[in-house]
Structure formats: C-alpha cells, structure tokens
C-alpha cells in the first residue's frame, strides 16, 4: 500500500514507539500471553488501553466511553483463544504523543470452542501518557458489507467497487 503522505519525519520516532509498545507489544500478549493471563483478570491486556478514555467502535457494537472495562471483561476471555496478525498496517503521528493507525486484522483460533478465521479492518487512535505509555484511546473495527446482498465480509477481501450497489 502507497505510504500516507501525512507522515512527518520529525514525528518517525513516535510513530515507531507506537508500533513496539502498541502493535508488537498486543501481538505478542495475544498470541502468548492472553490464555495464561485469562484466569488473572487479564490485567496484562491493561497496559494497551486507556480504559477510562476508551471509545470502541466494533463488530460487536459500539462501547461509549466509561463504559469499555465491562464490554472488555466480557468479549476478550471468549475470544482469547486465538492467533493474530496484521497486514497492511500503517501507523500516522499528528503530535509526539498523538498517533493513529489503520490495516487488516486476522484472527483465527476458536471462540467459546467454537472455531473461527476471521479478518478486519482496524482503525485506532493511541496517545502517550504523561508515564511515556501509549495507550488506545479509540478503535474501530469493521467488516467489509456488500450493500446489495447485506452480507459482511469476514475476509475483509469485498471489491469496493463491486459492493457499493443496493440493486
């Protein structure tokens, strides 16, 4: 994917923090972490959010700010037996402690013993505390929808241009 061309080169070492401390930093609690960290409360996982600020936008529904502990208590520990990676991932700073995101998701494992493979697409927005710590203050992630059949994508695979015709 073409580079975004909002990238400051002042601000490549902020947007590099982001990628270790965020996005290295999930992957790796996820996919090694998260089962053993589950019968803990996962308090790992608390080092990747501001669950005070937290505004989530997702497949499941949108969680308004204040309210994200409780919609993470119960969706993380159902879905924490899985893999994950990212593609396509871009990471944007706007300030030294202000940052977003975007790419595709991919997930699979199994879901409540149910199995699933899944991809999405991710949005999120990350500021750096007065500790040095970046923390998600919003995600976004959605399905691709075929407006025509009403179908989500689950692949994240869907043609644009293909998708956007009710008739």
Same mark, same amino acid.
């Given at each position: 994917?073409? &580079?975004?061309?909002?990238?400051? &080169?002042? %601000?490549?070492? @902020?947007?590099?923090?982001? !990628? #270790?401390? %965020? $996005? +290295?930093?999930?992957? =790796? $609690?996820?996919? !090694?972490?998260? +089962?053993? #960290?589950?019968?803990?409360?996962?308090?790992?996982?608390?080092?990747?959010?501001?669950? #005070?600020?937290? %505004?989530?936008?997702?497949?499941?529904?949108?969680?308004?700010?204040? /309210?994200?502990?409780?919609?993470?208590?119960?969706?993380?520990?159902?879905?924490?037996?899985?893999?994950?990676?990212?593609?396509?991932?871009?990471?944007?700073?706007? @300030?030294?402690?202000?940052? $977003? /995101? /975007?790419?595709?998701? =991919?997930?699979?494992?199994?879901?409540?013993?149910? &199995?699933?493979?899944? @991809?999405? +697409?991710?949005?999120?927005?990350?500021?750096?505390?007065?500790?040095?710590?970046?923390?998600?203050?919003?995600?976004? %992630?959605?399905? &691709?929808? #075929?407006?025509?059949?009403?179908?989500?994508?689950?692949?994240?695979? !869907?043609?644009? !241009?293909?998708?956007?015709?009710?008739?």
């Amino acid at each position: 994917m073409k &580079p975004s061309k909002y990238h400051n &080169p002042a %601000l490549v070492e @902020a947007e590099q923090e982001v !990628l #270790d401390q %965020l $996005y +290295r930093g999930w992957l =790796h $609690y996820w996919n !090694l972490e998260s +089962r053993a #960290d589950y019968h803990n409360g996962m308090v790992g996982a608390r080092r990747f959010y501001d669950f #005070d600020d937290m %505004l989530s936008y997702d497949m499941f529904g949108n969680t308004v700010r204040g /309210s994200f502990e409780e919609h993470f208590n119960s969706i993380f520990p159902y879905w924490n037996d899985g893999e994950m990676e990212f593609k396509d991932i871009e990471i944007t700073a706007v @300030a030294p402690d202000w940052a $977003y /995101s /975007s790419m595709i998701q =991919h997930t699979w494992g199994s879901a409540g013993g149910v &199995p699933f493979d899944t @991809a999405f +697409r991710r949005t999120g927005i990350a500021h750096k505390n007065e500790k040095g710590e970046w923390k998600w203050v919003h995600e976004h %992630l959605s399905f &691709p929808t #075929d407006m025509k059949t009403k179908q989500a994508d689950f692949t994240a695979s !869907l043609d644009p !241009l293909k998708a956007t015709k009710l008739t």
